[in-house]
């Protein structure tokens, strides 16, 4: 593949990275697809492996056909066959129908077989016999069927040690491994760690709708060194934490401190067990946040709430007139029914302070120390100056129409200032 064949590989797919290893990564999946060779995908979790079947199959003949990934780790091991290779009606209590399994479903088509190295071996004896025959039985069947799928398998553990410890088996090892493809982890790629934290930069902002995080020079410097156990997965997820709880837009590297663990191993948000200004400050703002969103259901269920007892109240009068009006014209019948006038009406416990209400007058009359009307406030005054003092931004931010923002800056005097 030539450059420019790479780079519009990786604008279709949202690949990011120069790397030379991603790149052979890539160059062996496209020189594979138009075949049916059996593909093993090996690199550490959060790498990016699940990248390399959708670019095998979607550039292969079988393209037009279906495409499935399972995750041989999440299937409990009693039904993982009945997965895969179907079941006949009645093969085990509960299969009350037939079923195809993937490798029925998936004829024609590509099957990713995720987590490879966990399939139990009585599967695993399944499967190296349709790979090699293109044959399988279903649980509980006689008939021998046939099937045409392509199989592309990923692992992230060490399959040498899981055949040597007689966990996997070692001809299904290499029937699967007829080409590897490598995928380099993270710690490797260099600059490519500062492209892609610039991607999920990108990508939170548009999600949250906020300013997007840069860092400096020093941070960037930070991110080259730290090991990411957790691969590109965990850059995102950092990126995510940051993007949402930092209050500076730019980072330097005492901000990334509170989020990058300290411990290559922990994959822990930094700042949980850390004290700072700055993690004590984002704790503090999400909980201005939920505090905000609490008090606004408050306030929306409360008007429900008078909404409702006007309806009552009309209700009542209405029901009044009418028994009135029923009772002059079928005053007998009326005497002997019970009287339900005095009797509580079920809704009319409404008319009573509810619980909710209860919660609303006590958030109303909070102590000192939590005055939601000064969260409220430093929440707009925030929203605001994050968004240069743009309201319509201001807003989406906040999660609240323009109308309630600008209800919310004249009540706090915002607009005096
Ligand atoms: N080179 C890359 N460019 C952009 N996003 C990537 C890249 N590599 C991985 N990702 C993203 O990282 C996350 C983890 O990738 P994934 O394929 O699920 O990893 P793995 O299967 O190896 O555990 C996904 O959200 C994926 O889109
Ligand atoms: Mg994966």
Redesign the pocket.
Known sequence: MNTSELQKLKQRY????NYAG?NRALDVAMQVAPTDLSVLII?E???????IPRVIHDNSPRRREKYFAINCGSIPEGTIDSELFGHEKGAFTGAIGESEGYFGVANKGTIFL?EVGELPIATQARLLRVLETGEYIRVGGQEIRKTDVRIVA?T?INMRKAISEGRFREDLYYRLNTIPIQ?PPLRDRGNDIVL?FR?FAMQMAEKYRIPKVTLTEDAKKVLLKYKWPG???QL?NITEQMSVLSETRELDAEHLKHYIPVDPESTQLATINRPGRHSYESEREILYKILYELRGNVSDLRRDLNNLREQLNDTHKLNETIAYQNNKFIEAEATQLPTKTNEPHPIANLAHPSAIEVEAEEIKNEPESLNLNDIGRKLVEKALERNGGNRKKAAQELGISDRTLYRRIKQYGLDKK
């Open positions: 949202n690949i990011v990275g991603l690199g979790s959060g790498v990016g492996k699940e990248i995720d990923a992230n995928m892609l991607l691969n590109v997965r995102k």
